[in-house]
């Protein structure tokens, strides 16, 4: 038995590495599918799939009076394709996926509305093959009643979670969840760089890696709890005991001939916190140094 979206179509604006993912991953849903690209011939596998492909923006959109995918590159790009569909975008849902800022996901999302259509941001946390699959998580923000309504087609995509009404919090989230990514993967290149010095195989040095990272989360979610009592209370070790800790790491990498810029990033961000009397809390206590300023 199909579901109640079994039959509507789809319409995909933007055929780049991910638009591409998401396209197959309704096609082999089942559904009925239209993609357009500005640059001609990136379709021809989604053809062979059952994809039928539009001339213009305008053409695709007028395939569909339901649900309209759009993935480019930017937010930019996303306002110089919609923006001359104007008032024929009216009654139809727009589902952006393209990257932006949480301020450009809710002036779109304004935008939008005034065009008698419907929106809801989204942000990809996955990789375009994994699109399709339970491992694929899309986080999505904007009118409940609307993720609802198109759930039934947007988890062909993936896991879908809704964070909210305020049509920015999944690019706030986002940016948010890529900014971990960057910090781990940075630092582990950073050590791997570090411990490459002795020779050691970053192959060899990403086992223990791993496992190190597996037990970070169980920090994130301790000082998370903290952050959210205004309670950094030290159970595992005290700022002034990472500071040593990270002098160390500055001297290893001066030693090495290791670029020591993260970690000396890292041990100021650090020290301004202890010099802030918080020599005894938390590492939970450096939140304070990322926080808006009066």
């Known amino acids: 038995m199909v579901d109640n979206e079994a039959e509507a179509e ?17 096609l082999r849903a089942g559904r009925s599918t239209t993609v357009w690209n500005r640059t001609p011939g990136r ?38 394709v ?19 800022t949480s ?19 989204g942000a990809i946390m996955a990789v375009p093959e994994t699109m399709g699959g339970p491992e694929a998580v899309l986080l ?39 900014n971990i990514m960057w910090g781990v993967l940075n630092s582990f290149l950073h050590g791997a760089a570090l ?37 950094p209370v030290a159970r595992d070790a005290t700022l002034d005991t990472h500071a040593a800790a990270m002098d160390h790491l500055v001297q290893e990498s001066e030693a090495a001939g290791v670029d020591v810029s993260l970690p000396r990033f890292f041990r100021g961000l650090v020290a301004e916190t202890v010099a802030n009397g918080r020599g005894g809390d938390s590492y939970a206590a450096v939140v304070d140094r990322f926080r808006p300023r009066p």
Not at 11 to 18: A, E, K, N, V
Not at 64 to 70: A, F, K, R
Not at 82 to 95: I, K, N, Q, Y
Not at 206 to 218: E, F, G, K, R, Y
Request: net charge negative; proline share 3%; hydrophobic share 50%.
């Open 195 to 231: 411990v490459g010095t002795a020779k050691v195989p970053a192959a060899e040095f990403a086992v223990l890696a791993n496992q190190w990272i597996s037990s970070v989360t169980d920090f994130v979610s301790a000082y998370a709890e903290q952050i959210d009592a205004d309670a």
């Open 43 to 80: 379709d021809g596998d989604l053809i062979t799939q059952g994809a039928r492909v539009a001339p213009s923006a305008a053409a695709a959109l007028s395939a569909t009076d339901g649900l309209v995918i759009v993935c480019l590159k930017d937010h930019e790009a996303v306002r110089s």
């Open 140 to 178: 999505h923000s904007g009118d409940e009643q609307v993720f609802d309504q198109h759930l039934p087609v947007l988890r062909d995509l993936g896991t879908c979670l809704h964070l909210g009404t305020d049509p920015g919090l999944a690019a706030l989230h986002d940016v948010a969840l890529l």
């Open 10 to 26: 789809v319409t995909i604006l933007g055929l780049g590495l991910m638009g591409r993912a998401i396209a197959a991953a309704l």
């Open 103 to 121: 301020d450009q996901a809710r002036e779109l999302a304004a935008w939008v509305g005034d065009r008698g259509a419907a929106y809801l941001d």
């Open 82 to 100: 919609l923006d001359p569909l104007g008032e024929a975008l009216s009654g139809r849902t727009v589902v952006n996926l393209t990257s932006s």
